[in-house]
């Protein structure tokens, strides 16, 4: 025992120093604070029914109806008890408190991949750290993007695991890299997952030519067999989360246009339009570099101080008041967008700064690094931050867009820098190794590193001196936001001149700091590696002082977009939506299933009344596609009020813009939860049925496809007058009727259709349904006193559910044997 705790001394210590750092940073999590996240607090809202139901009955739902109309829980909360990944996720994130399992797993998992890559220690640690600190992960983890955090907190780990096992550690690395890609899988953040493999993808190419070119080709076969079990394996454990997911993509905004009138899209997936909205800057790219030189959030901080060029030009026109002047600042960044961030997004939250010290070694590594590696480094950068342009380099980014499998199928291009974030530090750490290695010229290395620090210190240093020289520090469309300001000034051009000239000023300011900024942290980095190429200082000391000067220099940028500031006491975190006195009053209606349409919110791109009621609204990134189209038709112009009624929409909430109290409207004409009608119309395809939709009385008639026509038996209707249908028993995925009726009768249920799942039993026995209205459901019932079931049982779920335990089981026994084999050639090493 005490042989082992001498070989992994380091490691515990560095173990140890990654824990402390780590909750030194997030303090307020030792004093029972939570980040105050706003997609965590909008999740909670989603999950209000599944939570509510799985506390009741022990058993969460796979369907709720607590956001538009009605919808799968997959990309929402669903337990995936069967497959080990889970509980491999809810040790992160449960054991420590939020969100400190998720930075200790960026940091563990990033120092297990530099040592694989046999890196000394602490030049593993500053690795880990650069990689972990890197600005967008913060940013991720103080909006609440939590899965993706997660998603790329085993990057590095999976990277690890293909690299040892194509060393020729099979059983091992193969059995590691099934592990950490099931987890990475079950994080359940596809886009992140497609890629990393998309990385992997040009790391398979450029191995297949190393191997070819060294006639190394049997041996990365048989690593290759190893990683494609691996895979298999990942696949299996994930199989129920995977097959769901695949069925339910189709379904939804990002799968293929039910419409062929004014719609332009291709084939499945999104349009180029709304994938392209985040799109990074070429120029912003340099923020890598120096982090705010783009202004940094979409925010007014820095303007609200009195010392700002701004504040001062605005306080001419408030009389010098603070109070006003900053509210007056804050009325511009809102109405007029006239912030710090001066990019070409719609908004951002923080650019992505990789650390001054990390893109100097970079560059440097591009120089002297002789590790295969850097191809494949260097090919994935080059590509991912082409790709991270979008609109703004359309020819690359379109033809993976139109060509590339999947790729269309997600938004927010930039987030593919998530990748390049590990890239950089990889490269930066390998040309600090092969400087301890001692394989190149001295005078060489101190050439090739002066060469890094005047490319990259000397474009930081051009830029604090000149900073206009290269940016203009304005967006785009700086000049219509004068125009504007003018007209909102009474068309006081010179004040609106001089308050516009005041935020460019400010811009410049802000950018010129953090060019100094970079600058200084390079000349730190130069001065360390300088005087270890020199031999004035030891491996531990230059490698503990890189630690440290990476720390910090990501440590105070990381501080500007998740700092204390962001936590708050955990149950006002958890109970962060209160109720309004309408939501009070509607909440005392006993039906179980009716909904509400909130006016007095962003009604379909926010969940809040979702914490709640079930609503028409809500807020998911991942919605049905049919419900999606409802919404563009028949919502987004002027509200449908037929629409409403069809969906059951019992309550309005709208609020008095004069004095901002909210009101409450019972809508008479709801439907109901079921209601038999007196016709049936038929339409030609779904275009037909949308306009339909638009003008009905959907209490009497029912909107059909002709698709559906031999499932209505005409003949034997009765007129849907006589009799009724009623909801007796519900639950989000089992709902009960009893309905009477002296002849056959077609029923229209105010409920989602989605056909991968739900089943209908009359008197137990199954029975078809088809779509009505759209999106509902209806069937032909027969005449008499009958019990009717809606259940929901996707057979993607539950026999997803048995492979992805044998999966797991699987994983278990390669994990044993993997370990047992490993340990077994170190004993037989030793011997020799």
Request: proline fraction near 3%; include cysteine; aromatic fraction near 14%.
């Amino acid at each position: 025992m005490n042989n082992w705790f001498n070989r992994n001394g380091i490691h515990l210590a560095i173990i140890a120093f990654f824990v402390i750092i780590t909750f030194a940073y997030f303090s307020p999590v030792l004093q029972g604070k939570a980040p105050a996240q706003s997609d965590v607090v909008q999740a909670q809202a989603m999950q209000k029914e599944i939570m509510d139901v799985k506390e009741a009955t022990g058993k969460a739902p796979l369907w709720t109806n607590q956001m538009f109309g009605g919808m799968p829980a997959y990309q929402i909360w669903v337990p995936y008890a069967y497959s080990g990944a889970t509980y491999g996720i809810a040790l992160i994130t449960k054991a420590l408190p939020n969100p400190t399992g998720t930075v200790l797993l960026l940091l563990f998992g990033g120092y297990f991949l530099f040592i694989v890559l046999k890196v000394n220690p602490w030049l593993a640690a500053a690795g880990a750290i650069a990689f972990t600190f890197t600005t967008y992960n913060f940013v991720l983890i103080a909006s609440g993007h939590s899965s993706k955090a997660l998603a790329i907190g085993f990057f590095a780990p999976i990277i690890a695991g293909i690299l040892l096992t194509l060393r020729g550690k099979y059983w091992y690395g193969a059995s590691l890299t099934a592990l950490f890609l099931a987890l990475e899988i079950r994080t359940n953040h596809v886009q992140m997952t497609y890629y990393l493999m998309l990385a992997i993808l040009i790391f398979v190419i450029v191995e297949v030519s190393q191997a070819v070119k060294n006639k190394t080709v049997p041996h990365l076969t048989k690593a290759f067999g190893f990683l494609a079990l691996s895979v298999l394996l990942a696949v299996m454990i994930n199989a129920s989360l995977l097959w769901s997911t695949a069925e339910y993509a189709k379904e939804t905004n990002r799968g293929k246009s039910n419409l062929t009138v004014a719609t332009t899209e291709k084939d499945a997936g999104m349009s180029k339009e709304y994938a392209y909205q985040w799109s990074q800057g070429v120029g912003e790219s340099f923020t890598f570099l120096i982090p705010d030189l783009y202004g940094g959030a979409s925010s007014v901080e820095e303007l609200v101080k009195p010392e700002s060029n701004m504040f001062k030009a605005v306080a001419d026109i408030t009389g010098g008041d603070q109070a006003a002047t900053t509210q007056a600042i804050q009325q511009l960044g809102q109405q007029l967008n006239m912030q710090q961030y001066w990019g070409e997004k719609p908004f951002t939250q923080g650019g992505y700064y990789f650390g001054a010290i990390i893109c100097f070694l970079f560059v440097f590594g591009l120089f002297i690094v002789r590790n295969p590696l850097k191809w494949w480094i260097l090919a994935t950068t080059i590509l991912f931050i082409l790709l991270s342009f979008g609109r703004h380099f359309p020819f690359v980014s379109n033809l993976f867009f139109d060509y590339f499998p999947l790729y269309n199928k997600f938004r927010a291009v930039e987030s593919i820098l998530a990748v390049v974030g590990l890239m950089v530090p990889i490269l930066a750490l390998l040309a600090v190794k092969e400087v301890q290695e001692g394989n190149t010229d001295q005078k060489v290395l101190i050439k090739k590193l002066t060469w890094s620090a005047g490319i990259t210190g000397g474009f930081a240093l051009l830029v604090a001196i000149a900073p206009t020289l290269f940016f203009s520090f304005k967006a785009s469309n700086h000049q219509q936001i004068v125009q504007a300001l003018t007209q909102t000034l009474q068309n006081n051009a010179g004040i609106a001149q001089k308050i516009a000239n005041g935020l460019v000023e400010d811009r410049i300011a802000i950018g010129r700091a953090d060019a100094f900024r970079s600058f200084f942290f390079i000349l730190i980095g130069f001065a360390i590696i300088w005087a270890f190429i020199k031999k004035k200082l030891n491996t531990q000391l230059a490698f503990g002082l890189l630690v440290f000067a990476v720390l910090i220099d990501m440590w105070q940028v990381d501080r500007r977009y998740l700092n204390n500031k962001n936590f708050e006491a955990k149950a006002s975190v958890d109970n962060y939506f209160q109720p309004r006195d309408v939501d009070n009053f509607i909440s005392a209606d006993k039906d179980p299933n009716f909904r509400v349409f909130d006016a007095s919110i962003n009604t379909f791109n926010d969940a809040s009344t979702s914490a709640f009621h079930k609503t028409v609204g809500g807020y998911h990134a991942a919605k049905l596609k049919r419900f999606d189209e409802l919404i563009q038709h028949q919502f987004s112009k002027s509200i449908n009020q037929d629409v409403l009624d069809m969906l059951n929409t019992k309550y309005i909430i709208t609020q008095d813009p004069q004095n901002g109290s909210f009101k409450m409207q019972r809508n008479a004409t709801a439907c109901g939860n079921a209601w038999f009608v007196q016709s049936v119309q038929y339409v030609a395809n779904s275009d037909e049925e949308m306009k339909a939709i638009s003008s009905f009385d959907a209490k009497k008639e029912a909107i059909v496809d002709k698709s559906y026509k031999n499932m209505i038996d005409d003949k034997r209707l009765g007129t849907g007058t006589e009799g009724f249908i009623k909801l007796t028993s519900y639950n989000p995925d089992h709902l009960t009727y009893e309905y009477s009726s002296a002849k056959d009768v077609v029923a229209v249920f105010s409920e989602i259709y989605y056909n991968k799942g739900w089943k209908m039993y009359i008197d137990g026995v199954e029975k078809p349904y088809f779509r009505a209205d759209y999106v509902l459901r209806a069937a032909q019932l027969e005449g008499g006193n009958h019990k009717l079931e809606f259940i929901f049982h996707p057979t993607s779920y539950y026999a997803g559910e048995k492979i992805s335990l044998a999966g797991s089981l699987l994983l278990l026994a390669g994990l044993a044997f993997g370990i047992y084999s490993e340990n077994k050639k170190k004993k037989q090493t030793a011997k020799v």
